[in-house]
């Protein structure tokens, strides 16, 4: 948000509870979401069903509740218990409690144009366009002709919060109704952003290929060392970003819950190793001082995990990006086969 502006949405977050037959408390849920305030209020919503699954009754609460920006995460409002007013649960609802979890009672119901236009889209078509998506102050890195159905977002040489990457992405995925994501670096959190927090054609992808990123520091990385070391890479105006540092990427992976982390695939590389005992290995030299091994000269490997989703492996002898010692991670040809 610009300064001395209200931010246009915020990240909310809060538990729900009630109270047992024994009356003793029991959890209900977890909720919350990006939210667009309506007429002074933010609408937090909740299914009902996930109180008849709790077993729970009045009295309920509402604890832990945060509500922050939703660039830096910075906490604006924070309250421990709140009273929580709750409508009695429809005979609908408590009967279909037992059955499975599902996406609406996780997402809330998708919006009616996203459901038609997966209604209305050719089976062939569900989920093939492929959306190509660079990192951090970045440009198109991927080589398309290695990819099928694959589109480019570009957004070059921008430095954007996680939640200002992924609408920008979200936009320029409109075009269609159904897509999935490879994505470098930031792009593979600002995809997951948007997963979590927006509907979009993402929502709408099929197979198991959601989402896929490589060299992404979905754990942070020593964001103001490496600039200090390899700043010439991104490009004049490429500062800091509070969401690829350690502390902004545990405030920023806080909220994203395991089903969306489910949704990645990943992968993380690092330099070749010398045979040689007495020669230095790094993708850089200078970042190689501020980043703890394996690393690839901009993200280290343990800070690529992703807690929750699907680790597809390391690769020696690739680096973050191009004018390191090994090749670009992105130019792997089989990689991109895949």
């Known amino acids: 948000a610009a300064r001395g502006n209200a931010p246009s949405h915020y990240r909310v977050f809060a538990q729900v509870w009630g109270t047992d037959a024994k009356g003793k408390d ?13 007429q002074g209020q933010l609408p937090l919503s909740l299914d009902e069903r996930w109180i008849a699954r709790a077993g729970a009754r009045a009295p309920f609460t509402l604890r832990s509740l945060r509500i922050e920006d939703p660039d830096h995460y910075i906490p604006l409002v924070q309250a421990g218990t709140l009273p929580l007013q709750v409508p009695a649960l429809r005979r609908a609802s408590i009967a279909r409690a037992s059955t499975a979890i599902d996406e609406s009672m996780r997402m809330g119901p998708r919006p009616t144009a996203l459901a038609s236009a997966m209604a209305t889209a050719q089976p ?5 366009q492929l959306v190509l998506v660079h990192g951090y102050c970045s440009n198109g890195v991927w080589p398309q002709a290695q990819f099928t159905n694959a589109s480019t977002f570009l957004d070059a040489k921008q430095n954007r919060s996680n939640d200002q990457f992924a609408q920008r992405l979200a936009q320029f995925a409109s075009q269609w109704s159904s897509f999935s994501t490879v994505a470098h670096s930031q792009g593979g959190m600002a995809a997951l952003h948007l997963y979590t927090y927006y509907w979009s054609g993402l929502d709408n992808a099929t197979g198991g290929l959601v989402m896929q990123s490589v060299g992404t520091p979905y754990q942070g990385t020593n964001m103001a060392g490496v600039l200090a070391a390899v700043g010439s890479w991104f490009g004049e105006g490429c500062g800091t970003n509070t969401d690829m540092t350690y502390d902004g990427a545990k405030a920023w992976l806080a909220g994203i819950p395991a089903d969306a982390r489910a949704k990645v695939n990943y992968y993380t590389t690092s330099f070749a190793k010398s045979k040689k005992w007495y020669k230095n290995d790094y993708c850089n030299a200078a970042s190689d001082l501020v980043l703890k091994d394996p690393e690839d000269g901009v993200v280290e490997e343990v ?9 597809l492996g390391h690769t020696t002898g690739q680096c973050h990006t191009t004018g390191m010692r090994d090749p670009a991670q992105y130019l792997d040809a089989n990689r991109n086969a895949v």
Request: no cysteine; glycine share 18%; charged share 0%.
């Open 303 to 311: 800070n690529a995990q992703l807690p929750g989703g699907v680790n």
């Open 26 to 38: 029991v959890p209900v849920a977890w909720i919350g979401g990006m939210l667009t305030p309506q």
């Open 124 to 128: 062939q078509a569900a989920g093939s």
